[in-house]
Nanobody, 124 residues
Framework: QVQLVESGGGVVQAGGSLRLSCVAS????????MGWFRQAPGKEREFVAS????????YYANSVKGRFTITRDNALSTVYLQMNSLKPEDTAVYYC?????????????????WGQGTQVTVSS
């Protein structure tokens, strides 16, 4: 069993930055990919970014490419999402996800554990 706890959300003005963290407990993260998803009110959950177990492969949704960066520290069992140049349309609950294998991309079934989410609100 894996427990994922996100933090770092908050309210920020458009153009600002936030860094989200996801700490895992219960099992080492070093052998699996990790991802971030988000869900805005009235919308389906959507993929944001993922990173392979080694950190050598990263994938991003087109909507965040060039603005968001996903990284990981396996020694700390932590995954980060650095979000820059935030826009009001980035407002959502952001979820951390634990992959089933060493590489995972955008499909939710590629992930088997999910955090409770952290709210990000970007004001215009």
């Amino acid at each position: 069993q894996v427990q994922l706890v996100e933090s770092g959300g908050g309210v920020v003005q458009a153009g600002g930055s936030l860094r989200l963290s996801c700490v895992a407990s219960g099992r080492t993260l070093s052998s699996v990919a990790m991802g971030w998803f988000r869900q805005a009110p009235g919308k389906e959950r959507e993929f944001v970014a993922s990173i392979s177990w080694s950190g050598g492969l990263t994938y991003y949704a087109n909507s965040v490419k060039g603005r968001f960066t996903i990284t990981r520290d396996n020694a700390l069992s932590t995954v980060y999402l650095q979000m820059n140049s935030l826009k009001p349309e980035d407002t959502a609950v952001y979820y951390c996800a634990h992959g089933r294998t060493a590489v995972a991309r955008s499909a939710p079934p590629e992930y088997n554990y999910w955090g409770q989410g952290t709210q990000v609100t970007v004001s215009s």
